[in-house]
């Protein structure tokens, strides 16, 4: 399992879950971080922290403790979704 | 974009009935830049601020619907939330007035939801508590000329359905689809007359971010959405500006390009209209008897006052820019870039929004504050962000530069030794601010660190209209204090400097009332390199720091032996260079600013924050100057 600091630039990841207080994990839910979302990273600012997401269509900078509490998994068909779907899809 | 101007409005069946209560207020709500105040101003006909960036309302608004008829009902704007969770102080404020819990505001008997269709399925989550709130609410969507030209689509009767209200499609920049908010207004009469009982179908369990975010997603699929492509021209413009090494690089020279404008383009412009000024006070005074009269009206009130009102092309210059800052989203972006410097003194980029603002002006930066979820962060933003150089500063430090610092360039022409200086002062005011800052945090404004979380809004082009307004509204503002308060007190300071008569004549300046004020306070300020004019300077701009320009006009005016020169050349050969210099610094530090005072005051809850603020930064400036007095007499007087 990854998180999503280790994305690099360009890459990105199916969303899994966020392990923060509550108060911040609602605000990140809210704007768009929840399970099953893709989140890719963008830029990174040019003194290399924080990093720019993009998720559901808008882009949120966050600092790098942040985003090594919310867990990611690889683009793949499954992580989109979900198990039960995935065979039908593929 | 052919259907910009047909607004598909879905109506639900009319009111089953209708209560006696008249309609009053409406509430425009919606997440953090989606363009509420925007259509605010289309509705009202006001002015409010609008800027590129999420957090730019941070506090509710009213103006009356003057701009569809309706002059009977009250809009009110209220900041963005993303939820009805409030995560900071601005959010607070629109809930409270949701709710009716805000002392002075009006519970709304309507709502206006605004969602920005561009990110229809997230702006969704925000649906579900707001319709759940049981008032008459009709769901705006905006931008959506925008969303059409990128390839996006929505069904707003589907969508209608689906949330049991109307939705119409507008666009608040354009001005279009705005009637469906008139025609919704009309239909609905009074409170609880719609359809508070047959409220929300299949609204999710609330509270609950997950199963919101999955009945949004859930909507947006039924309702045919597809998000538009996003905009790729963003995130290439972002690939440059957000450069480890060029993005940096473009930030510096945009900043030298600005100081180096205002100075080339604006120093001739303000000499202009000087001479003008000049010219037009000496030919209107022509026909008063040359008494009294005529040396209060030209060496009193108009030299007081065209000595503050020159400088006007050159605050309009920088407000352009600050302008174009806001309003393309770059704002943002300076945030993210500055977020490492910030965090090594507590604080986090989000704190920078206010502090680059307040280049414009302190007090709406204070009130910016609200934006930063920590409040202790937010405290310690409060209490540095009068050491950003405001606009107000800029008269004071011109009329000093153009006196005292000579007209070099370096490298080829490109770098004038003015910039140079002019930069300086800029520098150690952050500098001041980020320090003080770095204490605050690791004494009393301990804590820890709070998440970074921005939002980065996509580039958008700075309208004429919009940047228009702002420097008419700005203009206006200067020149309301030069006509009030600076006027009020260059007539009180002439009045002074002429009495008491001296054996029926009018006394000698330093016999007069302020001369012995001036020459009393001198020994306090002697050590800095001042003279007791300055002294009185210092004293009147307490009120506000431009005021520091009018005082020197009405004081080296009332002297004889200035009377015939030009401010400039007045303070050029009564001050030396180290008392100069040491000016400049003091009021790089000093809080001479009464409006701050005030709404540092309104914000923290309690005197005790703004007095230590004003004797921190008084302490601080008295030194600093001191030291500069003494550091340049040494080397070059």
Redesign the interface.
């Known amino acids: 399992m990854r998180v999503l600091s280790d994305l690099q630039v360009g890459e990105c990841g199916i969303l899994v879950a966020l392990d923060?207080p509550p108060?911040?994990?609602?605000?990140?839910?809210?704007?768009?971080f929840?399970?099953h979302a893709q989140v890719c990273a963008?830029?990174?600012?040019?003194?290399?922290?924080?990093t720019?997401y993009?998720v559901?269509?808008?882009?949120?900078?966050?600092?790098r403790?942040?985003a090594q509490a919310i867990r990611v998994e690889d683009l793949t068909v499954e992580a989109l979704v979900g198990p039960e779907w995935a065979e039908a899809v593929s | 974009m052919s259907d910009c101007c047909t607004t598909p409005v879905f109506t639900p069946p009319p009111p089953r009935h209708t209560a006696s209560e008249a309609l009053r207020t409406v509430a425009l709500i919606g997440p953090p830049n989606s363009g509420k105040s925007t259509l605010f101003n289309r509705l009202t006909g006001l002015r409010q601020k609008v800027a590129n960036y999420p957090g730019v309302t941070v506090e509710q608004r009213m103006g009356r619907m003057a701009g569809i008829d309706r002059d009977d009902l009250v809009l009110i704007d209220l900041p963005g939330i993303y939820s009805l969770d409030p995560f900071s102080e601005d959010a607070r404020v629109s809930i409270n007035v949701l709710n009716g819990k805000m002392p002075g505001t009006p519970k709304p008997d309507a709502v206006l939801l605004v969602l920005d269709s561009l990110h229809l399925t997230r702006q969704l989550m925000l649906a579900a508590p707001v319709l759940a709130l049981g008032l008459p609410t009709i769901v705006l969507l905006n931008m959506t000329d925008l969303m059409e030209a990128r390839g996006g689509v929505v069904d707003p009767l589907r969508l209608a359905q689906e949330l049991g209200a109307p939705v119409a499609l507008v666009s608040a920049t354009k001005g279009t689809g705005l009637e469906s908010v008139r025609i919704f207004l009309n239909r609905h009469r009074g409170p609880g007359s719609d359809y508070a009982d047959e409220a929300p179908f299949m609204l999710p369990v609330l509270g609950n971010a997950l199963s919101t975010h999955t009945w949004a997603a859930q909507v947006s699929l039924k309702t045919g959405y597809r998000a538009p492509l996003s905009a790729e021209n963003s995130r290439k413009v972002d690939a440059v500006l957000l450069h480890r090494f060029w993005g940096p690089l473009l930030f510096l020279v945009v900043v030298f390009g600005v100081f180096e404008v205002v100075f080339s383009i604006g120093q001739p412009l303000s000499d202009g209209l000087g001479d003008l000024l000049a010219k037009f006070g000496a030919w209107s005074t022509g026909f008063l008897p040359d008494g009294w009269l005529r040396s209060l009206v030209l060496d009193g009130a108009w030299k007081g006052v065209t000595s503050v009102l020159v400088f006007l092309p050159q605050i309009l210059l920088l407000f352009l820019f600050i302008g174009v800052l806001e309003d393309s989203g770059y704002l943002a972006r300076a945030a993210l870039i500055a977020d490492r410097v910030m965090r090594t003194i507590g604080l986090n980029g989000k704190a920078f929004i206010p502090l680059l603002s307040a280049y414009a002006c302190a007090v709406p930066a204070i009130m910016a504050t609200r934006t930063i979820e920590n409040r202790r962060d937010r405290m310690a933003t409060i209490l540095v962000t009068p050491f950003m150089t405001c606009s107000a500063r800029l008269p004071v430090y011109m009329l000093l530069i153009a006196a005292f610092i000579p007209n070099t360039y370096f490298l080829g022409g490109v770098i004038g030794l003015r910039t140079i200086v002019m930069l300086s002062l800029y520098v150690l005011g952050f500098w001041a601010a980020m320090t003080t800052a770095w204490l605050l945090k690791s004494s009393i404004l301990k804590s820890s660190d709070a998440p970074f979380i921005l939002e980065l809004p996509q580039y958008r082009m700075p309208t004429i209209r919009s940047l228009g307004i702002r420097l008419v509204d700005r203009g206006r503002v200067f020149l309301k204090q030069a006509g009030t308060v600076i006027l009020c007190v260059t007539l009180a300071l002439w009045a002074l400097a002429h009495i008491p008569p001296h054996g029926g004549k009018m006394p000698e300046l330093t016999e007069s009332v302020i001369g012995r004020l001036g020459h009393f306070i001198e020994p306090a300020i002697a050590p800095l390199g001042f003279n007791w004019k300055i002294g009185i300077g210092l004293l009147t701009s307490v009120l506000a720091r431009e005021v520091m320009v009018g005082t020197m006009g009405t004081l080296y005016g009332a002297d004889p032996e200035t009377q015939t020169q030009t401010l400039q050349t007045a303070l050029h050969h009564d001050l030396p260079l180290g008392g100069a210099v040491a000016l400049m610094v003091f009021f790089a530090f000093a809080m001479q600013c009464t409006s701050t005072m005030a709404v540092v005051r309104r914000e923290t809850n309690s005197w005790k924050w703004p007095a230590l603020q004003f004797a921190y930064m008084l302490v601080l400036a008295y030194g600093a100057a001191f030291v500069t007095n003494w550091v340049v007499t040494a080397l070059w007087g």
Request: proline share 9%; aromatic share 2%; hydrophobic share 40%.
């Open positions: 923060l108060g911040v994990q609602n605000h990140l839910m809210y704007m768009g929840v399970p963008l830029h990174r600012a040019p003194a290399g922290d924080p720019v993009s559901d269509g808008i882009e949120i900078a966050l600092r403790e942040t």
